[in-house]
């Protein structure tokens, strides 16, 4: 079992930026870590995800330029730097963790990650 914890998340304004932290333990460099985001009334949707040992990353297509993940191992621990934000982007934001190695076309999917955190709520608004 791995547990996983979300934080960061907040009231923000337009434009502005917010940087989300997830901790995971257990052999923190060998899980393939994402972000998904849940928008009010709508479906989860993948955000983000990076491949075990740093060996790759993938970002749903809207979303690139704006938002960076990274992964500090030594730390356990997983980021997702949020800039320009836009009303748009406020979700519910979960951190998910397999422990399986996943090719790049499986990185999107939810029911690829066994493990999520509870969730951090992100809210952009003036």
């Known amino acids: 079992q791995v547990q996983v914890l979300e934080s960061g998340g907040g009231l923000v304004q337009p434009g502005g930026s917010l940087r989300l932290s997830c901790v995971a333990g257990?052999?923190?460099?060998?899980?393939?870590m994402a972000w998904f985001r849940q928008p009010p009334g709508k479906d989860r949707e993948f955000v983000a995800a990076i491949k075990r040992q740093n060996y790759g990353t993938a970002y749903a297509d809207s979303l690139k330029g704006r938002f960076s993940m990274s992964r500090d191992n030594a730390k356990g621990t997983l980021y997702l730097q949020m800039n320009n934000l836009k009303p748009d982007d406020t979700a519910v934001y979960y951190c998910a963790a397999t422990d399986r190695g996943l090719i790049t076309s499986s990185l999107r999917r939810e029911q690829e990650y066994e493990y999520w955190g509870q969730g951090t709520q992100v809210t952009v608004s003036s």
């Open positions: 257990r052999a923190f460099s060998g899980l393939t």
